[in-house]
């Protein structure tokens, strides 16, 4: 499945981050996902997904054209049709805290 996101600022619709990929879910509920950022890192990552529970869960594989990420997390959860997500990230510097929350609600 291909993946797009993009983030921008809400004042001035300037472009603030974007990255793509491909999500692969396998039929045991173990999930593969491949993401290359605008920055140049590329993660890859596996997980598990629960369609009952409708949750997520992403580990760092690898981080790629990265000098200082180390680790990168990432939870998405479905509550009330309102998509969820936090990514936590490691660095060379610091170990696994939060660095980005978001919630997505349908318009």
Known sequence: MAYTQKTWKLNSGEPMHA?????????????EVVIA??????E????TYSAEEKVINLQTELVGNATKVKEITRVFKLV???????????????????HLKASLKRV
Do not use: C, F, H
């Not at 009330?80 to 939060?98: C, F, G, H, R």
């Open 80 to 98: 009330d049709k309102e998509l969820s997500y936090e990514v936590q990230m490691a660095t060379n510097l610091n170990s696994l805290q939060p």
């Open 44 to 47: 890859v990552q596996k997980g």
């Open 37 to 42: 950022q605008s920055t140049g890192l590329v």
């Open 19 to 31: 990255e793509s990929g491909y999500w692969r879910p396998k039929s045991d509920g173990t999930i």
